[in-house]
Structures are given as structure tokens and as C-alpha cells.
């Protein structure tokens, strides 16, 4: 929050006037197309992710896995959530915002129907995986 205080974005000026946009030029915005779209991924994606992360440990501790086993999933949940962050800029550049919107979108859902197909260690691992390159 510290470097934030110092950061001074200017607002859009006209007629010497500074204006602020109304609710009805925002849901203009809002209601382009490729706006909702991505509005609409980045509301499902970090949804799924938070009612398939919140319960896993806990569902992993019901099924007498154990707490070990039941952060190793988390730790690898973690590492898969953040090792494709080196290559996405690339990946972007090389295959399009909207496939990987898209496949943003679809390895989430991918993650829930496999978590849903059973409760095996590998289960879990593929699941929290798949969610976290989501």
C-alpha cells in the first residue's frame, strides 16, 4: 500500500474540466464483448478455484490421508500455480489472449471434474494441479 500512496494517475480532462465517467458509459464498457467476456472468465475461474481449494485438505484429512500428504497437494497446487508464469507471456504472444482465456477457463473446470471422479491420492494431486495451471 506504501508505493501506491506515491503513485499519481491523471484523470481524463475536458474542456479544462475534469470529468467522471457515469454508471451509463461504465455499463457501456461493460457490455462490449470481449470486456464481458473477460469479466466473465475472471469471475468463473477464481470461483472454481476457491470452492475446489477451500474443501480439498479437509476432504483429503476425512479420507485418512493425513495433514502431510494433504499440504503436499497444496504445495504442488502452489508450484503449478505459479511455474507457468515464467513461459505465459509466450504463450500468449504464440497462441492468442482468447485461447488461453479460453483454456484458463477449461482446465478449471477439467480440475473440478476430476476431483469429482474419485478420491485417490492422484485424484487430489491431479485435480489441485490442473487448478493451479488454470
Known sequence: MVPLAFVHIRRAVQNGRRTRPTRAAIFAILKRGPVLIAVCVGAVSPGIMVLLMTPTPLAMIGCDYGEALAGDVVRWHVVAMFAPSFATGFVI???????????GLALPIASALTAASGISQNHFYGALSLLGVG
Open 93 to 103: 504472444k504464440r497462441f492468442g489472449t482468447r485461447s488461453v482465456m479460453v483454456a
